[in-house]
């Protein structure tokens, strides 16, 4: 009895020091959680519904050299091709008709991309195998059964193509899939311009690129494959080259060539795309806090782009009518520079997005002018005022990028007026040449003049900041009127001798020399006296 007692003494005794020591144990995991809620761990990892917590992030889901991820991938990819490879093989032998085999293998790829749908909400790794698989299998059946089989109609392949590259890129999207985004967006543009190729029904696959080119701005704008935006922007250029190659060199410009190559559509689709880049464009202005180099350079190559396709077009099937490309070009040049005012106007501090779109318009308007109205000695002297009407509006709009454009517009103005002999060639020395030469003088004077009495505000402009913080690029301003002022009286000089002088060659000569010398000692005078 003694000794059952005493058992039960020392189980109690044993109990007691492991309570004791449980209670010292949660003690210290007391004082740990309390120093963890002190750092504010609770607030850094906040909760998220179940069904975010299970999707996987994109990194994850692209990181094929993960040990856990590569090997099921590689097999998964190896198990649908054996899949697809078999369904051929039957209908390849005969075994199914090849109508029907065209349809199981639609089938087939439309249920690996919906599958791809389930393990993405899941949260499964082998997520981004199924619908990649299933997209580029559906491409390959599409061309296979519509330029071989001539299983599939050419809308129906279409249709199937707007309907799969739609689908994928909206899961790319809501899953944020990198990698499944870039695959929908490029191959769905691709394999629209090859059905039919080398004539495809062009505003169909026009219509698929843009719709990329949209899926790319979306998914740029949520931070997703900032790149998807060049290679998209880069097929459309290759297809609108294409097209208007095409369109270039037919051997007869009749109906029936018009008909095939779809020119009636050509125009309203460019169109179409002029506008989309440029709203693209004003929504990157007034939603993003930072315009990227992208974002600076969109409006001036979806603008040029458009003007050289025209052009290229109108050469061959509208050359009569080129004046009125001109008119569309200038009212087009005006809209976008209505638009760089108007963005000044909602930015009064930063001017931004300005440079962007009045650079593009001044393009425009300036090529329109000379395409309109087809003597360049007219043309000239409204380059040289706008330029000078730039200076004074990025004063206004507080943009140091208007002003560097103002800059290169009076150097450009001046290198295509020597270039292309209006202002050089001796036999011009009419009343228009000089007065086109005079004009560019006394407007890059102005415009020198008005540069070094308004100094740019460093903080307007990245280029002014740091690359020229005193304004040294006005000297171009100075070397374009000094040019400029030399053809000026060179002419003038040319169209007095050729009436007094008998020796017109000798005296033509000496009278440069003077006019060179009398310049470089005006200039010097000039010098000493500031």
Not at 21 to 49: D, I
Not at 163 to 172: E, K, R, W
Not at 319 to 341: D, H, K, N, Q, S
Request: glycine residues 8%; hydrophobic residues 55%.
């Amino acid at each position: 009895m003694l000794e059952a007692e005493k058992r039960l003494e020392q189980k109690v005794a044993d109990l007691a020091s492991e309570i004791a020591l449980l209670h010292t144990h949660l003690e210290g995991l007391g004082r740990r959680l309390a120093a963890l809620e002190q750092a504010g761990v609770s607030e850094s990892r906040p909760t998220r519904p179940a069904t975010l917590q299970r999707s996987p992030a994109p990194e994850d889901m692209l990181n094929l050299a993960e040990s856990g991820a590569f090997l099921p991938r590689t097999a998964a990819i190896c198990f649908l091709l054996v899949a697809a490879l078999i369904l051929r093989t039957i209908t390849d032998n005969g075994i199914i008709d090849q109508q029907l085999g065209s349809l199981l293998g639609l089938g087939y790829a439309a249920a690996l991309i919906s599958w791809g749908w389930r393990l993405y909400a899941t949260g499964n790794r082998l997520a981004p195998v199924f619908p990649v698989s299933g997209l580029l299998l559906l491409f390959s059946i599409i061309l296979e059964a519509h330029g071989h089989f001539h299983t599939l109609s050419t809308m129906w392949a279409y249709g199937t193509l707007f309907i799969a590259g739609g689908s994928v890129t909206y899961l790319g999207l809501r899953f944020r899939a990198r990698f499944t985004l870039c695959v929908a967006g490029l191959a769905t543009g691709l394999v629209g311009l090859a059905i039919d190729f080398p004539y495809p029904v062009f505003p169909i696959p026009a219509l698929l690129i843009l719709a990329a080119n949209l899926g790319a701005s979306i998914a740029s704008r949520r931070g997703l494959c900032p790149s998807l935006r060049w290679t998209t922007l880069l097929l459309s250029l290759i297809f609108w080259l294409f097209w208007s190659f095409k369109l270039s060199i037919p051997p007869v410009c009749d109906e029936p060539t018009a008909g095939l190559l779809y020119l009636a559509w050509f125009f309203p689709v460019l169109g179409l795309y002029l506008l989309f880049y440029l709203i693209s464009g004003v929504i990157n202005v007034l939603h993003r806090p930072q315009l990227g180099f992208f974002d600076g350079v969109l409006p001036t190559i979806s603008a040029t782009g458009a003007l050289l396709a025209s052009l290229t077009v109108f050469g061959n099937w509208h050359e009569p009518r080129l004046a009125w490309l001109g008119i569309i070009t200038i009212l087009t040049g005006l809209v976008l520079l209505a638009l760089a005012a108007w963005l000044a106007r909602r930015h009064p501090k930063e001017g931004r997005g300005c440079n962007c779109f009045s650079f593009a318009g001044i393009i425009l308007v300036a090529a329109g002018l000379a395409i309109a109205v087809k003597n360049l000695l007219w043309v000239l002297p409204v380059w040289a005022a706008a330029g000078y009407g730039l200076a004074r509006l990025s004063a206004r709009w507080q943009n140091g990028g208007v002003r560097v454009t103002s800059y290169l517009l009076q150097a450009a103005t001046c290198l295509v007026a020597v270039l292309s002999g209006a202002i050089t060639t001796v036999n011009n020395s009419s009343a228009p040449a000089l007065l086109a030469a005079g004009c560019l003088t006394i407007i890059s004077l102005l415009h020198y003049q008005w540069c070094r009495n308004n100094q740019p505000i460093a903080v307007q402009s990245a280029y002014f900041s740091w690359l020229d913080r005193q304004d040294l690029s006005a000297v171009v301003l100075l070397l374009a009127a000094l040019v400029s002022g030399f053809c000026f009286f060179r002419l003038g000089l040319h169209a007095i001798l050729s009436r007094t002088s008998a020796d017109l060659e000798a005296a033509f000569k000496g009278g440069q020399t003077v006019l060179v010398n009398g310049g470089a000692i005006l200039l010097l005078l000039t010098a000493l006296r500031r």
